[in-house]
């Protein structure tokens, strides 16, 4: 199995540019989550998803967007790159929300110069 | 609200020595804990959660917990640490009935040293 896989684990952007950071997850979990991560920050959820077709806005969503057409995938695009959305992104997904396990992606690190 | 405090954001100690990572939660209502471990360049692993029954809770790699309602805490602990144990550790947080998403601190980085 191979989990959740995140492509790409690295990009550069220029500001103002976009990009689609792309999650896909084997499993057939109906939850899928896209979090943030910043130094000495923890991490920052973004996006949430409980199914295909219906995605929820996390504690930080401004600058991205989400869309879960199927199972399996969960992309989150960025529009108008700016510096401050510098960070390493990370989805995850689960089962269930609450006491199951939440499989994490290995990240995408992405600079905005 | 929930939230989630670690008390340490570095933690160095010696191979072999004993090693308690502090974790505080806030929440109204019943949760659910977790602790995550993440290897450098790599994503989040679960170390051990706790969701009800017993409050002293095993997990991967020798690592314990025990959940304190009273003082709300979910503090780590291995007797025995390695240098492989050198990693960033979450304390994470979900509501246990409306919760949608796991809620996290800000990390504890483990330095083991020889």
Redesign the interface.
Same mark, same amino acid.
């Not at chain 1, 994490?104 to 990240?107: A, E, K, L, N």
């Given at each position: 199995n191979a989990g959740?896989t995140q492509t790409p684990k690295f990009r550069i952007l220029k500001i103002g540019q976009s990009m689609t950071l792309q999650c896909t997850q084997d499993m057939n979990h109906n939850?899928m989550?896209w979090?943030r991560q910043d130094p +000495?920050? +923890? &991490?920052? &959820?973004i996006y949430?998803s409980?199914g295909a077709g219906i995605t929820?806005k996390?504690e930080v969503p401004n600058g991205y967007n989400v869309s879960r057409s199927t199972t399996e995938d969960f992309p989150l695009r960025l529009e108008l790159a700016a510096p401050s959305q510098t960070s390493v992104y /990370?989805c995850?997904s689960s089962y269930y929300?609450?006491?199951t396990?939440?499989f /994490?992606?290995? +990240?995408t690190r992405l600079t905005v110069v | 609200a929930q939230s989630v405090t670690q008390l340490d954001s570095q933690v160095p100690v010696f191979e072999e020595a004993p090693v308690e990572l502090r974790c505080n939660y806030s929440s109204s209502v019943s949760v659910y804990l977790f602790w995550y471990v993440q290897y450098p360049n790599q994503g989040l692993q679960l170390l051990l959660k706790y969701l009800s029954g017993s409050t002293l809770v095993k997990g991967i790699n020798g690592f314990e917990a025990e959940f304190n309602k009273s003082q709300t805490s979910f503090h780590l602990r291995k007797p025995s640490v390695h240098i492989s144990d050198t990693a960033e550790y979450f304390c994470a947080v979900i509501v246990n009935q409306a919760g949608t998403a796991l809620i996290f601190g800000k990390g504890t980085t483990l330095s083991v040293s020889s």
């Open positions: 959740v939850y989550y979090y +000495g920050m +923890g &991490l920052k &959820l949430y409980v929820d996390g /990370f995850a929300q609450g006491n396990e939440a /994490f992606g290995q +990240g | -």
